[in-house]
């Protein structure tokens, strides 16, 4: 089983399962996500460490069909293409004239060399992966010229850039927003454009609110609410709401 700690959280698996403990306070429940059962459910239940009784040794939160989620998915997914379009419409739209005029390089990160030296900063100790968070900050310190590429924001307009599978970053050395997100978007109709992606993110929220049943946005809350308190994740500031 294969694990990684990240804020005291231990995050274990297994291709039938999902393990969510902390591992500072070893009285408190974990959570366990339990795939190819059986029932052909997906399980979710929290199982106590150190139960006092029988009764205390497991408390189920959710079974769901898989069926049911594959369903539920197909329905969704012209919904969530036609809510995207909307989401991307609203977003500040960029260009190459736009970027230099705002001091503005495009940067390429290579994936592989980047990849290689986020994963050094989770090295492997007694056989779990720890985030070493002083590792990840002299990683963003000290950049590798080997893991991106700077170029003229003209490039923008290459077939390449436009199909490139992930986000395109722009950066400069001064101002408020020295670093943005980029990404060709499909808009209204057939028209794409380059948009800022990093100004989504307060529209995301409100956007998954109006895909998700009220019904389902009611049962998923009272799930995380169970979880949250069980595993008393206010201890390391993460929200409950």
């Not at 029988?54 to 197909?74: D, G, N």
């Amino acid at each position: 089983m294969s694990g990684i700690v990240i804020s005291n959280l231990l995050f274990t698996s297994t291709e039938r399962l999902v393990v969510i403990r902390r591992i500072d306070r070893h009285e408190l429940p974990h959570l366990t996500i339990s795939f190819q059962n059986t029932s052909d459910e997906i399980d979710l239940h929290l199982k106590n460490e150190s139960p006092t009784s029988r009764q205390e040794l497991y408390e189920p939160l959710a079974r769901v069909s898989k069926a049911r989620i594959e369903h539920f998915l197909e329905g969704l997914s012209p919904r969530f293409e036609e809510e995207f379009r909307c989401l991307f419409s609203k977003v500040e739209r960029v260009g190459p004239t736009w970027l230099i005029d705002r001091g503005y390089v495009i940067g390429l990160i290579h994936n592989q060399p980047f990849q290689s030296a986020i994963l050094k900063t989770a090295p492997k100790r007694r056989g779990r992966y720890r985030v070493s968070t002083e590792a990840l900050k002299r990683l963003f310190m000290n950049v590798d010229p080997s893991m991106i590429s700077l170029l003229d924001p003209f490039v923008l307009h290459s077939d390449e850039l436009k199909s490139w599978g992930e986000p395109i970053f722009a950066a400069r050395p001064w101002g408020k927003d020295k670093l943005i997100a980029l990404r060709y978007a499909p808009l209204k109709g057939s028209f794409h454009s380059w948009i800022r992606i990093d100004s989504i993110a307060n529209e995301l929220p409100i956007t998954f609110q109006s895909l998700v049943p009220a019904a389902i946005k009611k049962d998923v809350a009272d799930i995380w609410h169970k979880i949250h308190d069980a595993l008393q994740l206010h201890e390391l500031d993460i929200a409950r709401e």
